[in-house]
């Protein structure tokens, strides 16, 4: 069986900087983990970056510039890289990752991001 295991929130001031980290545990080459997704009190989760195996990546629009998504192929983990944070990247983060064999997905249990103005 495999968790996804989340770290590196916590709380920050407008301007700051966290790194999270999502990392499995277990048998950790059945998985990829491709996503980081974020929901705000009240809100949905969206998506807020996304990392191919081929090392493509993509950002939602509210991150663009600010964020990088990054990952270790040995550790099969993946990082998120927040700068410049913002109020409004207040937010509990989860990661994505998906069974290589059936394509099912499963979710981290999230970290929460407090940023304060």
């Known amino acids: 069986q495999v968790h996804l295991v989340e770290s590196g929130g916590g709380s920050v001031q407008a301007g700051g900087s966290l790194r999270l980290s999502c990392a499995p545990s277990g048998s950790i080459f059945s998985i990829n983990i491709e996503a980081w997704y974020r929901q705000a009190p009240g809100n949905g989760r969206e998506l807020v970056a996304l990392i191919h195996n081929s090392g493509w990546t993509d950002y939602a629009d509210a991150v663009k510039g600010r964020f990088t998504i990054s990952r270790d192929n040995v550790k099969n983990t993946v990082f998120l890289q927040m700068n410049s944070l913002k109020p409004e990247d207040t937010a509990v983060y989860y990661c994505?990752?998906?069974?290589?064999?059936?394509?099912?997905?499963?979710w981290g249990q999230g970290t929460q991001v407090t940023v304060s103005s």
């Open positions: 994505k990752a998906r069974w290589i064999d059936s394509g099912i997905d499963f």
